[in-house]
Protein backbone atom coordinates (compact mmCIF):
# COMPACT_ATOMS: atom_id res chain seq x y z
CA UNK A 1 0.00 0.00 0.00
CA UNK A 2 1.79 3.27 -1.06
CA UNK A 3 1.13 6.38 1.20
CA UNK A 4 1.73 9.92 0.19
CA UNK A 5 1.64 12.49 2.99
CA UNK A 6 1.91 16.15 1.44
CA UNK A 7 3.12 19.19 3.74
CA UNK A 8 3.61 22.49 3.30
CA UNK A 9 0.45 24.36 2.64
CA UNK A 10 -0.82 27.52 4.67
CA UNK A 11 -2.13 30.85 4.28
CA UNK A 12 -0.20 33.22 2.51
CA UNK A 13 -0.69 36.58 1.17
CA UNK A 14 -1.09 37.34 -3.12
CA UNK A 15 2.31 37.74 -4.44
CA UNK A 16 4.02 35.72 -1.84
CA UNK A 17 5.41 31.42 -2.05
CA UNK A 18 5.14 28.15 -0.47
CA UNK A 19 6.86 24.94 -0.89
CA UNK A 20 4.48 21.96 -0.97
CA UNK A 21 6.34 18.69 -0.53
CA UNK A 22 5.27 15.45 -0.95
CA UNK A 23 6.80 12.07 0.97
CA UNK A 24 6.03 8.61 -0.61
CA UNK A 25 6.11 5.33 1.43
CA UNK A 26 8.37 3.95 -1.28
CA UNK A 27 10.45 4.31 -3.83
CA UNK A 28 9.27 6.62 -6.66
CA UNK A 29 11.79 6.60 -9.09
CA UNK A 30 10.15 4.48 -11.52
CA UNK A 31 6.85 6.88 -11.66
CA UNK A 32 5.39 9.55 -12.77
CA UNK A 33 4.15 12.25 -10.22
CA UNK A 34 1.58 14.73 -10.40
CA UNK A 35 0.45 17.68 -8.31
CA UNK A 36 -3.80 18.44 -8.48
CA UNK A 37 -5.86 20.65 -6.38
CA UNK A 38 -9.22 21.13 -6.11
CA UNK A 39 -11.39 24.48 -4.98
CA UNK A 40 -14.61 24.57 -3.49
CA UNK A 41 -16.82 24.31 -6.21
CA UNK A 42 -15.00 22.77 -8.60
CA UNK A 43 -13.39 19.40 -10.31
CA UNK A 44 -9.95 18.64 -9.55
CA UNK A 45 -7.58 19.83 -12.10
CA UNK A 46 -3.99 18.81 -12.74
CA UNK A 47 -1.28 21.62 -11.82
CA UNK A 48 1.66 20.00 -12.59
CA UNK A 49 3.02 16.33 -13.86
CA UNK A 50 6.34 15.24 -13.54
CA UNK A 51 7.40 11.97 -15.08
CA UNK A 52 10.06 9.39 -14.08
CA UNK A 53 12.94 10.87 -16.62
CA UNK A 54 12.30 14.30 -14.82
CA UNK A 55 9.76 15.74 -18.10
CA UNK A 56 7.72 18.24 -16.50
CA UNK A 57 4.23 20.03 -17.83
CA UNK A 58 1.77 22.28 -16.27
CA UNK A 59 -1.27 23.60 -16.44
CA UNK A 60 -1.61 27.01 -18.58
CA UNK A 61 -2.96 28.82 -15.14
CA UNK A 62 0.79 28.38 -13.55
CA UNK A 63 3.12 28.17 -16.20
CA UNK A 64 5.79 30.37 -15.32
CA UNK A 65 5.50 30.43 -11.64
CA UNK A 66 4.65 27.27 -10.24
CA UNK A 67 7.92 24.43 -10.52
CA UNK A 68 7.60 20.97 -10.04
CA UNK A 69 10.38 18.81 -9.00
CA UNK A 70 11.47 15.57 -7.53
CA UNK A 71 14.41 14.13 -5.42
CA UNK A 72 14.03 10.14 -5.97
CA UNK A 73 16.52 9.79 -2.59
CA UNK A 74 14.20 11.40 -0.36
CA UNK A 75 10.67 9.74 -2.36
CA UNK A 76 9.96 13.27 -2.17
CA UNK A 77 8.19 15.38 -5.10
CA UNK A 78 8.38 19.35 -4.43
CA UNK A 79 5.85 21.96 -5.62
CA UNK A 80 7.68 25.87 -5.92
CA UNK A 81 4.73 28.28 -6.15
CA UNK A 82 5.55 32.15 -6.78
CA UNK A 83 3.67 34.90 -7.27
CA UNK A 84 0.44 33.24 -5.50
CA UNK A 85 -2.50 34.69 -6.34
CA UNK A 86 -6.46 34.43 -4.87
CA UNK A 87 -7.33 31.94 -7.71
CA UNK A 88 -4.63 29.01 -6.64
CA UNK A 89 -6.31 28.55 -3.55
CA UNK A 90 -7.60 24.95 -3.35
CA UNK A 91 -6.11 21.67 -1.87
CA UNK A 92 -3.29 20.21 -3.58
CA UNK A 93 -3.38 16.46 -3.79
CA UNK A 94 0.00 14.57 -4.33
CA UNK A 95 -0.83 11.76 -6.93
CA UNK A 96 1.72 9.01 -8.10
CA UNK A 97 1.21 7.00 -11.32
CA UNK A 98 1.76 3.27 -11.21
CA UNK A 99 1.01 0.74 -14.11
CA UNK A 100 -2.27 -0.49 -12.31
CA UNK A 101 -3.31 2.97 -10.74
CA UNK A 102 -3.10 5.72 -9.13
CA UNK A 103 -2.29 6.79 -5.39
CA UNK A 104 -3.43 9.73 -3.94
CA UNK A 105 -2.34 11.57 -0.86
CA UNK A 106 -4.58 13.34 1.86
CA UNK A 107 -4.44 16.83 0.62
CA UNK A 108 -2.50 20.11 1.91
CA UNK A 109 -4.64 23.37 1.86
CA UNK A 110 -3.41 26.72 0.23
CA UNK A 111 -5.19 29.75 0.98
CA UNK A 112 -3.95 33.33 -1.08
CA UNK A 113 -5.83 36.18 0.74
CA UNK A 114 -4.90 39.06 2.10
Known amino acids: QVQLVESGGGLVQPGGSLRLSCVAS???????MGWYRQAPGKQRELVAR???????NYADSVKGRFTISRDNAKNTVYLQMNSLKPEDTAVYYC?????????WGQGTQVTVSS
Open 26 to 32: GSISAYA
Open 95 to 103: QQDKPWGAY
Open 50 to 56: ITSGGST
